[in-house]
T-cell receptor
Framework: NAGVTQTPKFQVLKTGQSMTLQCAQDMNHNSMYWYRQDPGMGLRLIYYSASEGTTDKGEVPNGYNVSRLNKREFSLRLESAAPSQTSVYFC????????????????FGPGTRLTVL | AQSVAQPEDQVNVAEGNPLTVKCTYSVSGNPYLFWYVQYPNRGLQFLLKYITGDNLVKGSYGFEAEFNKSQTSFHLKKPSALVSDSALYFCAVRDPGTYKYIFGTGTRLKVLA
């Protein structure tokens, strides 16, 4: 099992450019998440998808869009990149039983380091 | 609002000494609590979790955590620190009634040889 994979690993954009960060998991997890990590601020949730076909905003959704393409894949799009979006982006997944009793830990990808000039 | 606090940005400990990384939480209802570790240029790795049951939870790499409901704390501990334990540690709590997890700001642990 590869777990959670993310592409690309590194990216440099100019202000105003667009790009899509890709995430895939092979653990048959229902829930997937996008976070950004900035020094001194921990992990902040951008968007999440509780299950295939649903997406919801997290703490810092402005400037981002997401697509839950299927159960395995969850992409994050920056339509018009800004320097404030320079960060390390992590995708994560977790099992979410149908019972709704969410007790399980998250599994994280290796991250994408994005620089916006 | 649900929240997690890690009051120390950095903890230094000598190799072989016990270590503690602190975490306090504020959540309505029963908390589901987690500890993760992040090594340089890597994603977060799960260490341990408290869901219910014994207040002392054992996890990976010899780490354990003590759940204290009255003090709303979930401190991470290890009896004897290794240099290889040096990393960034995150405490997290699941937001009850949602699929969201709330993370602390992280504590950098430095184990000195």
């Amino acid at each position: 099992n590869a777990g959670v994979t993310q592409t690309p690993k590194f990216q440099v954009l100019k202000t105003g450019q667009s790009m899509t960060l890709q995430c895939a998991q092979d653990m048959n997890h229902n829930s997937m998440y996008w976070y950004r990590q900035d020094p001194g601020m921990g992990l902040r949730l951008i968007y999440y998808s509780a299950s295939e076909g649903t997406t919801d905003k997290g703490e810092v959704p402005n400037g981002y869009n997401v697509s839950r393409l299927n159960k395995r894949e969850f992409s994050l799009r920056l339509e018009s990149a800004a320097p404030s979006q320079t960060s390390v982006y992590f995708c994560a997944s977790s099992e979410a039983p149908a019972s709704g009793r969410i007790r399980n830990e998250q599994f994280f990808g290796p991250g994408t380091r994005l620089t916006v000039l | 609002a649900q929240s997690v606090a890690q009051p120390e940005d950095q903890v230094n400990v000598a190799e072989g000494n016990p270590l503690t990384v602190k975490c306090t939480y504020s959540v309505s209802g029963n908390p589901y609590l987690f500890w993760y570790v992040q090594y340089p240029n890597r994603g977060l790795q799960f260490l341990l979790k408290y869901i219910t049951g014994d207040n002392l939870v054992k996890g990976s790499y010899g780490f354990e955590a003590e759940f204290n409901k009255s003090q709303t704390s979930f401190h991470l501990k290890k009896p004897s620190a290794l240099v290889s334990d040096s990393a960034l540690y995150f405490c997290a709590v699941r937001d009850p009634g949602t699929y969201k997890y709330i993370f602390g700001t992280g504590t950098r642990l430095k184990v000195l040889a």
